[in-house]
């Protein structure tokens, strides 16, 4: 089993800063992209960035100058983060963790999606 936990500051001035982390953990034998989606009620998710296991990253238009995706593979530690500058009101809204994630079960190998429970940001003006 695998989960995804997600940690940051919920609320923040616009122009301000604040950095998501996300963990994962359990049996995982290698953590492929991983990344963050918001998604508005009753829409699907959208990308807002994503990073490669080998450290590519590929960002939303609307993001693309203001937030910076990492992530940290050393010692297994699978965490992404999400480094979010010059916040604007609009930015108002959930955030959720994804991970394509390898894991190693029964001797055999399974590759699968996985969300954290989303974090929400709120950007006030």
């Known amino acids: 089993q695998v989960l995804l936990v997600e940690s940051g500051v919920g609320l923040v001035q616009a122009g301000g800063s604040l950095r998501l982390s996300c963990v994962a953990s359990?049996?995982?034998?290698?953590?492929?992209?991983m990344g963050w989606y918001c998604q508005a009620p009753g829409k699907q998710p959208d990308l807002v960035a994503v990073i490669r296991s080998g450290g590519s990253p590929n960002y939303a238009d609307t993001v693309k100058v203001r937030f910076t995706i990492s992530r940290d593979n050393a010692n297994a530690k699978n965490t992404v983060y999400l480094q979010m500058n010059s916040l604007k009101p609009e930015d108002t809204t959930v955030y959720y963790c994804?991970?394509?994630?390898?894991?190693?079960?029964?001797?055999?190998?399974?590759?699968?999606?996985?969300w954290g429970e989303g974090t929400l940001i709120t950007v006030s003006s």
């Open positions: 994804n991970a394509d994630i390898t894991t190693l079960q029964r001797m055999r190998f399974a590759l699968e999606t996985y």
């Open positions: 359990g049996t995982i034998f290698s953590a492929n992209t």
